[in-house]
T-cell receptor
Framework: KNEVEQSPQNLTAQEGEFITINCSYS?????LHWLQQHPGGGIVSLFM???GKKKHGRLIATINIQEKHSSLHITASHPRDSAVYIC??????????FGTGTRLQVFP | NAGVMQNPRHLVRRRGQEARLRCSPM?????VYWYRQLPEEGLKFMVY????????ESGMPKERFSAEFPKEGPSILRIQQVVRGDSAAYFC??????????????FGEGSWLTVV
């Protein structure tokens, strides 16, 4: 069993829909990261969380430390949001343990 | 994100050749991490370096792979005698010494190695 599990693996949506991607982890962590990767592209850090909730534009990330669970929400989704979203955890240093990613496609 | 510079972006090597991937961290960052993303697989940690020190190399294959981060110049990931299975995207990330401000980690654009 992976230390970091994401669901769903693949997600399709119509433009404007509200999207949720989930991440569960089984180890103690110092922080949880949400990353975005476009096909053939680099990796962009969206959020780093150690507690509570963060918001940036149409993106919202939440974490429940007791339940070892985090969610990434995208409001009013747009085709440019199509990408792979990766959950990762760190334990003291920035050595990251990654989930397998969620491939999101948003259609106009 | 643009502050972490990796080169080359794309590299083609024949089996048995050497591959050298370079990473210049963001200004002021002295911690460098290398990650590998095999085709259709997730990212995996390879090595964590500080200037002139390897802190954690638990993710490095035991043979043919080495990494360094000299006092001056970029961090280098070196793969000797490459094989087809080394074909992957190699990402570098950097972070500052002081994490108390909650700074996030910054990734480079990646180096795509193809072994033919």
């Amino acid at each position: 069993k992976n230390e970091v599990e994401q669901s769903p693996q693949n997600l399709t949506a119509q433009e404007g829909e509200f999207i949720t991607i989930n991440c569960s982890y089984s180890v103690g962590i110092s922080a949880l990261h949400w990353l975005q990767q476009h096909p053939g592209g680099g990796i962009v850090s969206l959020f780093m969380l150690s507690s509570g909730k963060k918001k940036h534009g149409r993106l919202i990330a939440t974490i429940n430390i007791q339940e070892k669970h985090s969610s990434l929400h995208i409001t009013a989704s747009h085709p440019r949001d199509s990408a792979v979203y990766i959950c990762a955890v760190s334990r003291g240093t920035d050595k990251l343990i990654f989930g397998t990613g969620t491939r999101l496609q948003v259609f106009p | 994100n643009a502050g972490v510079m990796q080169n080359p972006r794309h590299l083609v090597r024949r089996r048995g050749q050497e591959a050298r991937l370079r990473c210049s961290p963001m200004k002021g960052h002295s911690h460098v991490y290398w990650y590998r993303q095999l085709p259709e697989e997730g990212l995996k940690f390879m090595v964590y370096l500080q200037k002139e020190n390897i802190i954690d190399e638990s993710g490095m294959p035991k043979e043919r792979f080495s990494a360094e981060f000299p006092k001056e110049g970029p961090s280098i990931l070196r793969i000797q005698q490459v094989v087809r299975g080394d074909s992957a995207a190699y990402f570098c990330a950097s972070s500052p010494v002081d994490r108390s401000t909650g700074n996030t980690i910054y990734f480079g654009e990646g180096s795509w190695l193809t072994v033919v």
